[in-house]
């Protein structure tokens, strides 16, 4: 007796028992049994090595996880592995059974990725929609190919586009310039380093002027405007309010009209949108100021290099941020370069020059 794995009509594949009679006991020894049995044995684990062309698509399995599966993410990881699905994994793959997508189809698909000229930051998160759908699938019991990130060869890294940083001097600036209450959602913004969305969704309740606080539970969907939870377990945390901050939420609370519980709302008492504050309020106030252009992200990536100019550790910036991973936090938000690290490119000149001398 032995089992072997057969192919359903729904694609997945059901286990069965197989009973095959070899001859009488008495004619046959146990040597000469494993024999004429190994035949079997052999047809079976050859169809294990080299799976079925024939079951599911990875299109029609993706139809499916975007019924079960895309409707309970956040929006904006939904909106990003649509359009990961649409503009690059079903034209190439869709037609492909998910059990053939195995390491080798997977890095045609990269080769093909990278012919587009599109970065390597690209085809991982490409990669990563595409590993975490097939993930989804072998749970659900659909046998698929078998690939790991860790075998794929990625494109080569190109030149890294340094990212906008405003600093303190730019942002004072700014904040002098702007109006009531761009002002001072510019100013939570800089000075605590929040992401945008997380400040137009703070409510009235988040300003805690007993303890000096302002309490980070949630975010704007940048698409929809609608309030979300925060981007993650470590983004909900509490950071400190200064003084100078407090003095302008406590202005600012003084024209709520304490209709909507948000902190920050358009004339319609919605939530303010960030496209249209970047577009019609913020570029066109460094503009009139002479400021090179930025995001509200620069603001994020300026208090992180002032935080870690001015002595803070890296925890504690990590903390300021709320970064789950600290590599994060150093690698792309700091644009500064350490004491420690500037004596000693210094000491080492110094001491060329004087060998140079001699």
């Not at 044995?41 to 993706?62: H, Q």
């Not at 309010?241 to 024209?255: A, I, N, V, W």
Request: charged share 25%; with cysteine.
């Amino acid at each position: 007796m032995y089992r072997e794995d057969v192919l359903q009509s729904d694609g997945t594949f059901k286990r069965v028992r197989r009973c095959v009679l070899l001859g009488l006991v008495s004619s046959l020894s146990e040597r000469s049994a494993r024999k004429h049995f190994q035949p079997y044995l052999d047809r079976v684990n050859a169809a294990a090595k080299m799976p079925p062309r024939s079951g599911i698509t990875l299109e029609a399995f993706a139809n499916e996880w975007r019924t079960n599966v895309a409707v309970n993410l956040k929006r904006s990881t939904a909106r990003t592995a649509e359009s990961h699905l649409r503009a690059h994994i079903l034209p190439k793959l869709g037609g492909h059974t998910l059990t053939e997508i195995n390491t080798k189809a997977v890095q045609t698909f990269v080769a093909y990725l990278a012919m587009g000229a599109r970065s390597r930051k690209t085809v991982e998160n490409v990669l990563l929609t595409l590993s975490s759908i097939l993930r989804t699938a072998r749970a659900w019991d659909y046998t698929c190919g078998n690939f790991a990130l860790s075998a794929i060869t990625m494109p080569r890294e190109g030149v890294r586009k340094e990212q906008r940083s405003f600093t303190d001097a730019e942002v004072g600036k700014i904040l002098s310039a702007a109006t009531e209450p761009f002002g001072t959602i510019l100013a939570v913004t800089a000075i605590l380093g929040l992401r945008i969305g997380e400040v137009l969704a703070l409510r009235v309740g988040d300003v805690d002027f007993t303890r000096r606080i302002v309490r980070v539970r949630q975010s704007v969907d940048a698409a929809t405007r609608t309030v979300q939870a925060v981007k993650s377990t470590a983004s909900s945390a509490d950071v400190p309010m200064p003084s100078q901050l407090e003095d302008r939420l406590r202005k600012h609370l003084q024209t709520h009209d304490r209709k909507t519980e948000l902190l920050f709302v358009n004339s319609q008492g919605r939530p303010l949108s960030a496209n249209k504050l970047r577009e019609r309020v913020l570029h066109p106030l460094l503009t009139k100021l002479g400021i090179p252009r930025g995001g509200f992200h620069s603001m994020r990536h300026g208090a992180a290099s002032a935080l870690l100019a001015d002595g803070a550790t890296p925890a504690v910036v990590q903390k300021q941020l709320r970064h789950s991973d600290p590599r994060i936090t150093l690698g792309v938000y700091a644009h500064v370069i350490g004491n420690q690290q500037r004596d000693a490119v210094e000491t080492r000149s110094a001491r060329i020059e004087k060998f140079a001398l001699n």
